[in-house]
Structure formats: structure tokens, C-alpha cells
Nanobody, 124 residues
Framework: QLQLVESGGGLVQPGGSLRLSCIVSGFTLDYYAIGWFRQVPGKEREGVSCITATGSHTNYVDSVKGRFTISRDNAKKTVYLEMNSLKPEDTAVYYC?????????????????WGQGTQVTVSS
């Protein structure tokens, strides 16, 4: 059974940092691109970042460029999202998702397997 589990969310002050982890099971991570998405109640889920299956290419939405870094360790079956200089507008539930293939897109429709999400709250 394909499964993704996010962790690492929490409450952090503006300007702080968090590292989210996405641990996969039931499939070989090497053949999947992974994306990170976020959703605020009442709004559509938006793409944040993605990384290709080999980790050779990454993409970021403009609002997080220079602050967030996505990475992966296929041997540990884990994908990370390092978030720095956090802002209140980064508050959301963050999801990771898997897409079979080597190319990544920051588009929700491209992903077929989703985790349950982890809450990130940025507030003083």
C-alpha cells in the first residue's frame, strides 16, 4: 500500500524555521517525483515545491523562493522541506504527494498519492 506520512509541523514565531519530513512506504521512492503543497481553510490547495525523482531539479512557488529548500534521501525514503524566515502567511496544513515518473510539477492534479498533512502555524 502506497503511503506518505508528514511530520515536523508545529508553532513557530515569525522569522523562525521548521523542517518538514515526508516518509514514504509501500513503493520505491527512486521512481517518484515528490511535491509539497499547503492549504488554508476555505482556500484551494496550492503547490509549494517539488523535486524530481533523482533530486537533480527542484521547483518553488515564487512566494517561498530563497526561504524554503526541498531535498530528498531516497535511501531513507524521506523527502524534506526546510522552511526558513517563516511568515504568518505560511500558516497552513502542509501535504506531501508522490507522482510516478522523473519530472516534477507544482500542480495538484499531477499527483496521485497524498499524505494526511501536518499543521504549520507561524504566529507570535
Amino acid at each position: 500500500q502506497l503511503q506518505l506520512v508528514e511530520s515536523g509541523g508545529g508553532l513557530v514565531q515569525p522569522g523562525g524555521s521548521l523542517r518538514l519530513s515526508c516518509i514514504v512506504s509501500g513503493f520505491t521512492l527512486d521512481y517518484y517525483a515528490i511535491g509539497w503543497f499547503r492549504q488554508v481553510p476555505g482556500k484551494e490547495r496550492e503547490g509549494v515545491s517539488c523535486i524530481t525523482a533523482t533530486g537533480s531539479h527542484t521547483n518553488y512557488v515564487d512566494s517561498v523562493k530563497g526561504r524554503f529548500t526541498i531535498s530528498r534521501d531516497n535511501a531513507k525514503k524521506t523527502v524534506y522541506l526546510e522552511m526558513n524566515s517563516l511568515k504568518p502567511e505560511d500558516t497552513a496544513v502542509y501535504y506531501c504527494a508522490a507522482r510516478p515518473g522523473f519530472v516534477c510539477y507544482i500542480l495538484t492534479d499531477e499527483y496521485s498519492v497524498w499524505g494526511q498533512g501536518t499543521q504549520v502555524t507561524v504566529s507570535s
